[in-house]
């Protein structure tokens, strides 16, 4: 209810005056007390943002270097392991360091695959050394003649990792990683 007061203005006049409370204001954002105070709050907004992007964006660390093991064959029908492998054919064999990345690279005349030996991919001719104890396994897939694998296999725990042509099980290498 609204309060009613009387003030006298001069000798007998009488001035009537009715207070109406208000209702309270919606509240409003709190502004920065001073030009300083935003411009500071403009800078530290600004140091975090571009701290976030140099983290993001920061150089990554190099990949281990790379060794690359040629598909071979004699451009006549591989029939036997003389005619076809991997690497050379009198070492069918690569020694390469822990955290290496491998590919393969057919050079040769026909279709072939390099299919690591574990229990996804075991080929009883193909496997002759038996499955893989280590957590790499692979398959490259079929590759045609000039093709290589579509991505390579980084070997990061020591071992022997064997592995075979899925085209001709005959043909068999390892991968030593020490």
């Known amino acids: 209810m609204p309060k009613t007061s009387f003030i006298a ?3 007998g006049e009488l001035i009537f005056r009715e207070n ?3 209702s309270a204001k919606p509240s409003e954002a709190a502004k920065p007390k001073s030009r300083t105070m935003l411009y500071a709050i403009i800078v530290i907004v600004l140091v975090v943002v571009g701290a976030g992007v140099y983290i993001l964006f920061q150089p990554k660390a190099p990949a281990a270097a790379g060794t690359t093991i040629n598909i ?3 451009g006549a029908s591989c029939t036997v ?3 076809c492998g991997f690497n050379t054919s009198t070492n069918h064999n690569v020694s390469i360091a822990v955290h290496t ?3 393969w690279m057919n050079k040769g005349q026909a279709p072939h695959s390099a299919t690591s030996c574990d229990s996804a991919h075991n080929s009883a001719t193909g496997c002759p050394a038996g499955l893989n104890s280590g957590p790499t396994a692979w398959d490259t897939g ?3 003649p000039g093709a290589s694998a579509s991505s390579p ?3 990061d725990t020591p071992g022997t990792y064997y592995y075979y042509c899925t085209v001709h099980t005959f043909m068999h ?3 030593i990683v020490s």
């Open 153 to 155: 296999v980084t070997f």
């Open 173 to 175: 290498g390892a991968i």
């Open 142 to 144: 079929i590759m045609n």
């Open 20 to 22: 109406m409370e208000q």
């Open 101 to 103: 990345s491998v590919s």
């Open 81 to 83: 392991a003389t005619q």
């Open 72 to 74: 071979y064959d004699n």
């Open 9 to 11: 203005k001069a000798p």
